[in-house]
Every structure is written in structure tokens, then in C-alpha cells.
């Protein structure tokens, strides 16, 4: 009777901790919010309600004559004191300049929430649609 007891109980923190935890999609250094980025989900710890995902534009890790910048991927759990730190500590770093390195973060709460990554994406497309702009006004002057 006693077993029973603590065997009921243990499998009722198990359900408990699983139901209420958080799920975050989890990688590490990835050339782009693709395959890994999507397709890891972690379960964090009881004390991470966040995920936070990093960001950065920057060319590889080594050195190569004439190097491609490209954008590079992290995602993990993360405590809400740990979010507030690497946003303001990215703050300055944070500008999109394409032909700078840059990097920048971004926290968020609810399950798998961090699937997109949002801050290089919506920059990128928001650039691309003022030279759309741009150019179509240009050509519109000519004719």
C-alpha cells in the first residue's frame, strides 16, 4: 500500500513537470533558420519560461579571402533574467548593417514560439521592399 502511494505519486509529478513545461525548438550555430532550427524541440528545465533565440550576420569562424557573410542560428531555453541580458547586451550590436557583423536577440513565452526568427527576417524583407519601392518610383519618373 505504501508503494503504491509513492509510485502514485512520482508518476504524478512526471505528468505534472511534463504537462507544464515549456517546449522550445533548440540548435546551435546553424546557417540559417532551416532543418535543425525547425525540427529540435527541447523541453526546458522547470526554471527556463523563455526561448530565446540569437542571431547573428558575420562571416564563417575562420578566415578566407573574400568570405560571404551569411546569417548564423542559435536557439535554446532560456530564464527571463538571462533574456533581459542578451537583449540589452546585443542592443548596440543590433543594426542590420549587411556589409557589418551584427547580432542581436530575441525572447519569447509559449510553447515551440521561437520558430520563426523574426528580427533578421522582417528586416530583410522590409529592405527589400523600399528598393522594390524605389525602383519602381525610378522607373515610373523616366516614363
Known sequence: MKYQIILTIAALQIFINS???????????QDGNTDKCLTTIKTCEYEEDRCLSEIRWSTTPYWTEGAIKQYYI???????????????????????????????AECCQGNRCNYYVTLGSSSVSSSALVLAAALLATLALRT
Open 74 to 104: 542559435s536557439k535554446r531555453c532560456s530564464t527571463e533574467q538571462e533574456c533581459v541580458n542578451k537583449e540589452r547586451d546585443y542592443l548596440p550590436l543590433c543594426h542590420y548593417i549587411w556589409y557589418e557583423d551584427w547580432k542581436c
Open 19 to 29: 504537462v507544464l513545461s515549456l517546449q522550445c525548438y533548440v540548435c546551435d550555430e
